[in-house]
C-alpha cells in the first residue's frame, strides 16, 4: 500500500510550492485557522484546530467518517453560520483578514471562498441555469454569448459536457449521482473563487470522471488554493501538497503530502493510511 | 456478536420457517385490511358528496329555465308617445304598466270584476313592465315586432308550467251531458256523470270545498268547477265560458282532478285554467333564464338574480386576494427565513395558530368596530368585507405557506448560500419557486373559506338587499353565501329553487377558483 502511493506522488506538481517560477520566499498562508473549535449545541465536533492554506497548493484533510472534516471546511466560508446550532470559536482569516469580522460581508466571502458540498446539490432548474446562476447573480459577464461561454468553459473543465451537451435544458436533478457531482464542482468554478473547497468531490466518480476531476484540481492550483476533504488515500497523495489528518475532532498530524504518507509522526495516522483504523 | 448472529435457531428458518410464514401472512392481512379500510372510507365520503349534489341539482335545475309569455302588445304612438311623438323621454315614460296589463286581458276579455282582474293580471311578472321599458330603451325598433318580446311569467304560474303545484289526474266521461248556465250558477246532467266521476252516487249530496281536490269538468269548449254532487247531477262555477251560448250538450268530456286542494296552493284553480288557455294558444315558451343570471336583488323571485352577488363575490375576494397573499408570503418568509429564533417570534408564532382557531364571526366584529366604526368606512362594500376575510384567511396563508418553505430541502439553500447568493436572492430565486405550489394550495384552502363565509360579512352590513350590481369596491354589495343565506329565508318555492341554482353558482366559482390554483401550480412546477 504505502509502496504504491510513493509511486503516485511522483507527480511533478505534487512536492512544494518553492518549486513555482518567482515565489522563491514562502508565500503569506491564504487561510489561517488559529484555535479553531466547532460545537454543535454541548457537543464538541473540532477541538483547537491550527491550520494554514497556502496559495497555489491543495490541502486535503483526511480521516475517519466523523471526525469533524466537513465541520472545519465549513468554517472558511462561513457555511456553519446557517445551522442554528452551530457555533464556532477561534480565528480564522483570509488575506490577514478576520472571516467573522464584523466588516466582512458574508456574501463576497462566499464568493471569493467556492465550495462543493459534500452531498451533490444541484438546483431543481436547468442544468444551463445551474451554471450561469452564480456569475449572473455576480454580473460577472456583459452579455448572454458570454455566459454561454462560461458556462461551457466550466461544463467542460468538470467533465460533464460531453455528456449533457444536447440537453443544458434538462433538470439538474435528472442527471445521474456522479454527474450531479461534476456539476457541482462546475457551478462551484463558474464563479471563479480564490480559494475552492471541496467535500468529497469525487466520491460517486468512476476512475475516469475522478482522474478529470484531478487534472482539474491540479489546474486551478496555478490560481488557487483548494481544500478537499478525501476518503481516498491515492487521491489524497495524487492531488495534494498538504494533507492533515484528524481524529476525533482533533488535528493529530500536518504536514507534507510525501511526509505524512511515507513517514508519519503519529502512530494514528499511521494505523489510519494503512486501513487499520477508520 | 456471536451469541446473536451465530445462534443455530436463527439460521435456517429464520425468514423461511412456519412462523416467519405465519408473520408474513399477518402482515399482508393487515396491508389488506388497511387498503380496505381507506377505500371504505373513500366510498363512503363520495356516497355523501354524491348525495348532496343530486338533491341540490335536483332542486336547483328548474330555476335555470322560466316561461315567458309573447303577448301581442300594443306598441304604438298612443301607447308610447308623448301626444303621438316617440322620442326616448317618451319610451322612458310611457305606462308600460297598463301596456302589459291590457294585452293580458285582451286575452281573456270574459274576465270582470276587478279581483279577477287583478289576478289575471298577477299572472305576469310584475317585473314585465320593467324589462318591456328596459328592452325598448335600449332598442326601439323593437316595438315594430311586439310579438317577439317575451315577458317572464309570475312564479306561480312558472311552477305551475313546471308540474310543481299538484300533480292532476285526467278522465274521459261517456255518454250526453247537458250544460245549462243561468244566472244563480251552472247545472250540469248527465245519465254517467257518476259514472264518470268514479262516484257511487248513493252518498246523496256532496259538496266540494276548497279544502277538497279540486273537481274540473271540461266540455263544450267550458271549464267548469264542480262545487256539489248529487247522483247524476251538479252544480259548478265557470272558469273559462261555454264556446256556443248558454247552454249545450256535449258528448266529449274530461274530468280532471287537481290533488292539492285550492286552499293549499298559491295557485287558485282559475289560474290554471287561464295559464293553460295561454299554453293553448302557444304563447308560452320556456327559455333559459337569463333574468337569474344578469339581475340583482329582487322582492320577485322570477326577477330575482344573481349577478349581483358575483360580482360581489369577485370584488370582495379581489381585495381577500389582493391583501391576504403578499401580507401572508410576506409573513410567512420573514418568520421561516430571516426571524431569529427567540420567545418574541415564538409568541407571534403562537398568536398565528390561534388566529387561524378565531370563529369568523370574531373577525366581523373587528371589522365593525375598526374599519366601520373608527375608521369610518362604507358599509356592505366589497372592501371592508374583503378587509375582514382578509384578516381571516391571512393565518391559514402564512401557515401554509411556512410549511411550504420548510419543506424546501436545506441543501438548496446551501447550494446558492455557497456560491455567494445573498438571504434575498435565496429566497426569491430558490425557495419561493420551490415552495410555490404549497403556498397556492394553502392560499387556495383560504380563498375557498372566504368565499363560502357569511357570518363576518353579516357584521358589516353585506346582508342589504341590493338591487344594483355593484360597480366598484366601494358599492354596496352582497355575496355569494349571504345571497343564498337570504333567498333560503324566503318563503316562496321559487326562491328556494332559486337558493339551490346559487349553491351550484356558487360550487362552480369555487371550481374555477380551484382550476385556477391548479393551472398556476402547473406553471410553477414546470419551471425547472
Ligand atoms: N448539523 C449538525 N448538527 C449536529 N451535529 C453535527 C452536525 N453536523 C455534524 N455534526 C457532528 O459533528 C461531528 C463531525 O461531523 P462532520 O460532518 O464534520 O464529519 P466528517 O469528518 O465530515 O465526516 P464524514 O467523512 O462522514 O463526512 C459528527 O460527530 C457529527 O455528528
Ligand atoms: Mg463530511
Redesign the pocket.
Known amino acids: 500500500m504505502l509502496d504504491q502511493i510513493k509511486l503516485e506522488t511522483t507527480n511533478p506538481g505534487a512536492t512544494s510550492t518553492a518549486l513555482l517560477p518567482g515565489t522563491m520566499t514562502p508565500a503569506n498562508p491564504k487561510i489561517t485557522a488559529r484555535n479553531v473549535s466547532?460545537f454543535?449545541?454541548q457537543?464538541q465536533?473540532?477541538f483547537d484546530v491550527d491550520l494554514d492554506v497556502m496559495p497555489n497548493e491543495v490541502l486535503s484533510l483526511i480521516?475517519?467518517?466523523?471526525?469533524?472534516?466537513?465541520?472545519?471546511?465549513?468554517c472558511f466560508n462561513r457555511m456553519n453560520d446557517t445551522?442554528d446550532?452551530?457555533r464556532v470559536t477561534g480565528n480564522i482569516t483570509l488575506d490577514g483578514q478576520d472571516i467573522y469580522d464584523r466588516s466582512i460581508d458574508v456574501v463576497e466571502l462566499r464568493a471569493r471562498v467556492g465550495m462543493v458540498f459534500?452531498k451533490p446539490n444541484p438546483f431543481p432548474k436547468s442544468i444551463f441555469e445551474n451554471v450561469a446562476y452564480g456569475p449572473r447573480i455576480h454580473g460577472m459577464t456583459k452579455d448572454r454569448d458570454e455566459l454561454e461561454e462560461l458556462v461551457v468553459s466550466s461544463l467542460k473543465r468538470a467533465g460533464l459536457f460531453d455528456e449533457v451537451a444536447d440537453r443544458l435544458q434538462d433538470s439538474g436533478t435528472s442527471l445521474s449521482g456522479g454527474q450531479q457531482q461534476r456539476l457541482c464542482i462546475a457551478r462551484a468554478i463558474a464563479t471563479r473563487p480564490e480559494i475552492l473547497l471541496m467535500?468529497?468531490p469525487a466520491s460517486a466518480l468512476d476512475p475516469i470522471a475522478t482522474s478529470i476531476i484531478e487534472e482539474l484540481i491540479d489546474e486551478l492550483r496555478q490560481n488557487y488554493a483548494i481544500v478537499i476533504?478525501t476518503?481516498s488515500m491515492q487521491q489524497a497523495a495524487r492531488v495534494s501538497q498538504k494533507t492533515a489528518f484528524?481524529h476525533m475532532?482533533k488535528l493529530i498530524e500536518k504536514g507534507e503530502t510525501e511526509q505524512i504518507f511515507t513517514n508519519p509522526v503519529d502512530a494514528k495516522t499511521q494505523d489510519y493510511i494503512t486501513g487499520r483504523i477508520g | 456478536m456471536t451469541d446473536f448472529f451465530d445462534s443455530p435457531a436463527n439460521k435456517s428458518s429464520l425468514h423461511t420457517g412456519m412462523e416467519a410464514r405465519e408473520r408474513l401472512r399477518a402482515r399482508y392481512r393487515a396491508e389488506w385490511m388497511f387498503k380496505a379500510l381507506g377505500l371504505g372510507a373513500i366510498g363512503v365520503s363520495v356516497g355523501f358528496l354524491l348525495f348532496l349534489f343530486t338533491t341540490i341539482f335536483m332542486q336547483g335545475w328548474p330555476a335555470f329555465t322560466h316561461n315567458f309569455v309573447a303577448l301581442p302588445l300594443e306598441l304604438n304612438a298612443q301607447t308610447l308617445g308623448d301626444e303621438g311623438v316617440i322620442s326616448e323621454e317618451s319610451l322612458s315614460g310611457a305606462d308600460y304598466d297598463a301596456i302589459v296589463r291590457t294585452a293580458i286581458r285582451e286575452q281573456f276579455p270574459e274576465v270582470s270584476g276587478r279581483t279577477a282582474k287583478r289576478t289575471l293580471s298577477g299572472l305576469i311578472s310584475p317585473g314585465a313592465p320593467v324589462l318591456l321599458r328596459e328592452a325598448l330603451l335600449a332598442d326601439p325598433e323593437r316595438r315594430n315586432a311586439p310579438n317577439a318580446i317575451t315577458l317572464p311569467l309570475s312564479d306561480f304560474a312558472d311552477l305551475y308550467l313546471k308540474g310543481q303545484i299538484s300533480r292532476s289526474t285526467y278522465r274521459t266521461g261517456e255518454g250526453e251531458l247537458a250544460i245549462e248556465v243561468s244566472e244563480t250558477g251552472v247545472l250540469i246532467s248527465g245519465a254517467d256523470l257518476a259514472a264518470g266521476l268514479e262516484s257511487s252516487g248513493a252518498d246523496g249530496k256532496i259538496s266540494l270545498s276548497r279544502e277538497m281536490p279540486s273537481l274540473l269538468l271540461y266540455a263544450g269548449g267550458g271549464v267548469f268547477k264542480l262545487e256539489t254532487l248529487e247522483g247524476n247531477l251538479a252544480t259548478a262555477r265557470i272558469l273559462s265560458p261555454l264556446d256556443a251560448g248558454e247552454t249545450t250538450k256535449a258528448l266529449d268530456w274530461q274530468v280532471r282532478l287537481i290533488e292539492v286542494p285550492e286552499a293549499n296552493r298559491k295557485f287558485s284553480d282559475r289560474e290554471i285554467v287561464w295559464t293553460d288557455k295561454l299554453v293553448e294558444r302557444q304563447l308560452v315558451q320556456a327559455k333559459f333564464n337569463t333574468l337569474f343570471f344578469t339581475r340583482g336583488a329582487s322582492r320577485e323571485p322570477e326577477m330575482a338574480g344573481i349577478l349581483g352577488a358575483v360580482v360581489g363575490t369577485a370584488l370582495t375576494l379581489v381585495v381577500t386576494l389582493g391583501l391576504s397573499f403578499p401580507l401572508g408570503v410576506a409573513a410567512a418568509v420573514y418568520l421561516e427565513e430571516f426571524a431569529p429564533r427567540n420567545r418574541l417570534t415564538a409568541l407571534v408564532e403562537v398568536n398565528i395558530n390561534n388566529l387561524a382557531a378565531v370563529p369568523s364571526i370574531v373577525f366581523g366584529l373587528l371589522g365593525l368596530a375598526v374599519f366601520l366604526t373608527f375608521f369610518g368606512m362604507p358599509r356592505s362594500a366589497p372592501l371592508v368585507g374583503g378587509m375582514v376575510l382578509a384578516l381571516m384567511t391571512l393565518p391559514t396563508i402564512i401557515i401554509a405557506s411556512r410549511a411550504a418553505l420548510r419543506a424546501v430541502p436545506p441543501s438548496i439553500r446551501e447550494a446558492a448560500l455557497g456560491i455567494g447568493a445573498s438571504k434575498m436572492q435565496v429566497v426569491v430565486h430558490h425557495v419561493l419557486p420551490l415552495a410555490m405550489p404549497g403556498i397556492l394550495t394553502g392560499t387556495i384552502i383560504g380563498m375557498a373559506q372566504a368565499l363560502g363565509e357569511t357570518a363576518p360579512l353579516l357584521m358589516i352590513g353585506m346582508v342589504a338587499f341590493v338591487v344594483d350590481i355593484p360597480g366598484g369596491f366601494t358599492d354596496p354589495a352582497t355575496v355569494l353565501p349571504v345571497q343564498i343565506f337570504m333567498w333560503a329565508d324566503f318563503p316562496e318555492p321559487a326562491f328556494q329553487q332559486r337558493t339551490s341554482a346559487a349553491i351550484m353558482v356558487l360550487l362552480a366559482f369555487l371550481v374555477v377558483m380551484n382550476a385556477l390554483a391548479v393551472v398556476l401550480r402547473k406553471q410553477f412546477e414546470r419551471r425547472w
Open positions: 466547532v454543535y449545541e457537543k465536533a473540532l480521516g475517519p467518517s466523523g471526525c469533524g472534516k466537513s465541520s472545519l471546511l465549513r445551522i446550532v452551530c459534500q467535500d468529497e476533504v476518503h484528524f475532532g
